[in-house]
């Protein structure tokens, strides 16, 4: 069997009645034939919709093909007693260019009695957002199941959420069970489970070219809505340059943000036992592993598998990558 090496992917594009153009024009990516697009997943495991590698000779193969042959190798050892030839974590770029409805995710023991997969626990590092882009994150004051279905009822939901200003770079962590929504001008990146599991609960109206709106599922979302109200909902992080520095970490991943400009950063993942996923979102760099070097730019997505376990990244000007792993 041939030795692993940091893998590139083909995106997988989907067409969303609210995207736009932003994940062609910032982010560099050519998603013809659609017209538009609201997502791109950059690395995934879903059934239907798996990553494929683009380079070196594993091109061609799928995402979990390569799980069933090289195991611990690509994903490490714990992970994969954990999770098996499924890939634990789905990342995507997402184009908002109108309202997403308002909806919400189960967590993994709703999901497990119900027999749909995973739950879906998230993270939002934003990319750029318009001057007045909001999203949604939780409710805005504290309200039970019972004044939750009157405002459902009335159609005024959006009335009872909480509203948040958005800026690039601002990082917002989604647990399974929050509700909430992107707005029109945001740009993100979206690490997440393995999951696709949605439930919508208000779709602002919208109706397609006959007049139906899409599905709602009101019913499946009551179990795993959370009313609790947070103090804060986006996340403080120290925005410095030429450092890694954490966004979030839960059971389900771990997200660093890498900034660089000038220096050559050397990383050690030998003591995390994990893949290392890395998503450029701005700039370019050269990374190197075991003397081959390998080129990220923009919105780029590269694997390292675990059992590489030093690399070396060089940016080439200002750049910055998101660091992603179990």
């Known amino acids: 069997m041939s030795e692993l090496y940091p893998l590139k992917f083909k995106p997988v594009f989907k067409d969303k009645i609210w995207g736009g153009e932003k994940i062609r024009s910032v982010m560099d990516l050519n998603f013809d034939p659609l017209e538009n697009c609201g997502e ?30 090289y195991m611990y190798d690509l994903v490490g050892e714990e992970v994969y007693e954990a999770f098996g030839n499924e890939f634990p974590v789905l990342i995507k770029l997402i184009d908002a260019n109108d309202w997403l409805s308002i909806q919400v995710h189960p967590d993994d023991e709703l999901a497990a009695r119900r027999k749909i997969g995973r739950g879906k626990t998230e993270m939002w590092y934003v990319l750029g957002a318009d001057k007045e882009s909001q999203l949604i994150s939780g409710f805005s004051s504290k309200i039970d199941k019972e004044q939750y279905l009157e405002h459902l009822r009335k159609g005024n939901l959006q009335h009872i959420m909480n509203h948040e200003n958005v800026e690039k770079g601002d990082v917002y962590f989604m647990p399974a069970g929050r509700v909430h929504a992107l707005g029109p001008g945001i740009l993100l990146a979206e690490i997440q489970e393995t999951s696709d599991t949605t439930y919508r609960i208000y779709d602002w109206g919208r109706t397609d070219d006959d007049g139906k709106g899409r599905e709602l599922h009101l019913d499946e979302a009551m179990d795993a809505i959370d009313f609790e109200v947070q103090e804060k909902y986006k996340t403080d992080y120290p925005r410095k340059e030429e450092k890694t520095v954490g966004l979030a970490s839960c059971e389900h991943f771990t997200t660093n943000l890498i900034s660089m400009e000038k220096h050559a950063l050397e990383k050690d993942y030998s003591v995390i036992d994990s893949f290392v996923a890395l998503l450029c979102t701005k700039g370019k760099a050269i990374i190197q592993s075991r003397g081959e070097r390998y080129n990220i730019d923009t919105g780029e997505l590269i694997l390292i598998p675990a059992i590489l376990e030093k690399i070396l990244i060089s940016p080439l000007g200002k750049t910055e990558i998101l660091e992603v792993y179990m």
């Open 40 to 69: 791109a997943w950059m690395l995934s495991g879903v059934d239907g919709d798996p990553s494929v590698v683009s380079n070196g000779f594993l091109a061609g193969n799928e995402l979990n093909e390569l799980l069933e042959v």
